[in-house]
């Protein structure tokens, strides 16, 4: 069972002006990095929101992590490394995250009762061209 199942969203909520998201996002067309910061952003709110520290997550190790191992470069990866290795904080030698379980969201009409207890990692599978989209 979907674990938000009986929640009755609200109309509206920003985990923005909440001040839970908000970093500022770069420009990832060349390295594609982007499911790395999308994962910490929402990890690290995740963990403000309940919380459990106010540090901020070190996106880089993802990045190094798949690389290094060859792995593919999307937020599966980086999820189960947080969940079998842990995410180094910034700023600390001995502090690691980790994750004891994720669940994919499966249809639309789950999205807003996930969002109204966290903000939400969303995937887009791009192809080459709109990679190459100027507009």
Same mark, same amino acid.
């Given at each position: 069972m979907f674990m938000y199942e009986n929640t009755i969203p609200p109309s509206r909520i920003s985990w923005k002006e909440r001040g839970f998201v908000g970093k500022p996002f770069s420009d990832f067309s060349f390295t594609g990095d982007c499911y790395a910061l999308a994962t910490i952003t929402n990890l690290d709110a995740y963990m403000k929101i309940r919380n459990l520290y106010k540090g901020s997550l070190n996106w880089e190790e993802l990045v190094e992590y798949t690389l290094e191992n060859k792995l593919p470069l &999307?937020?599966?990866t980086t999820f189960s490394y947080a969940m079998d290795k842990g995410i180094?904080? +910034? &700023?600390?030698?001995n502090q690691k995250v980790c994750i004891d379980s994720y669940e994919v969201v499966a249809h639309e009409s789950q999205f807003k009762k996930v969002v109204a207890h966290q903000p939400l990692c969303v995937g887009i599978l791009s192809t080459k061209s709109? +990679? +190459?989209h100027r507009g």
């Open positions: &999307n937020a599966f180094g904080i +910034e &700023n600390s030698l709109m +990679e +190459e």
